[in-house]
């Protein structure tokens, strides 16, 4: 599973929940439960979002596999916001100049 899909499986990993809570709650008689049941799952899929940091991990697999396809999207890695920016600041370098004055400019920017 790469860090662009991440936040998508883990809302379906919820939504999940969620559908398996309510069948849980009707059937059992306790609809009074399903709203609290649904918030503390909800905080889940956010904390474990939080801890892997997709943003970073997208970031990390471009600049790892950037000699390999020839360069790098420095527009797009700029775009991808705080939690992938000491990565890229930490690997700026390694980027040519080009890109590094794009991605400079767009981390700037944001």
Do not use: K
């Not at 860090?3 to 849980?24: C, D, E, M, Q, Y």
């Not at 396809?69 to 420095?74: E, T």
Request: hydrophobic share 50%; net charge neutral.
């Amino acid at each position: 599973m790469n860090g662009r899909n991440l936040p998508v499986s883990a809302i379906l990993i919820w939504l999940t929940v969620v559908v398996v809570w309510f069948g849980g709650v009707v059937l059992g008689r306790r609809q009074g439960r399903f709203a609290c049941g649904i918030l503390v799952t909800a905080f889940v899929p956010v904390g474990a979002l939080q801890a892997l940091n997709p943003a970073g991990m997208v970031a990390r697999h471009n600049l790892d596999r950037m000699e390999e396809l020839g360069g790098v999207d420095a527009e797009y890695l700029g775009s991808l916001g705080s939690d992938a920016a000491p990565l890229l600041l930490a690997r700026l370098g390694e980027m040519p100049p080009e890109g590094q004055c794009v991605l400079a400019g767009g981390l700037v920017r944001r």
